[in-house]
């Protein structure tokens, strides 16, 4: 499944995902999952995590914006992506990651 769907995933016996944003809110997909486990409501959790899944959507591919992320948020080196795909420039980067950073907030 995807990040997008994952609490609807769950309720058809899906038993996770496997997804590259995880990389980026990992820790709020724990929480989401913890908070399965202890069946507590996952709607508002599962809304912001659609949410920033969505806003990630904007720029396809998405892999260069998420290197790009990665870099930004957590302070390491940005990789490089490989062909076909080509980096994204460092203007749309950092308009995508002030619109980003609200949503990952949001998460915390």
């Known amino acids: 499944g995807t990040d997008s769907l994952l609490s609807l995933a769950w309720q058809q016996g899906a038993q996770g995902a496997i997804t590259a944003p995880a990389n980026l809110m990992g820790a709020a997909l ?9 069946g507590e ?3 508002a959790m599962q809304s912001s995590i659609s949410a920033l899944r969505l806003k990630l959507e904007e720029q396809m591919p998405f892999p260069p914006l998420l290197k790009g992320l990665l870099a930004t ?5 940005r990789w490089a992506v490989r062909p076909p795909l080509l980096p ?5 980067l950092q308009e995508m990651a002030a619109q980003v950073r609200p949503l990952l907030d949001d998460l915390s």
């Open 41 to 43: 409501p996952l709607e």
């Open 30 to 38: 724990r929480r989401l999952w913890d908070a399965w486990l202890d």
């Open 73 to 77: 948020n957590f302070d390491l080196p």
């Open 88 to 92: 994204l420039d460092e203007a749309r």
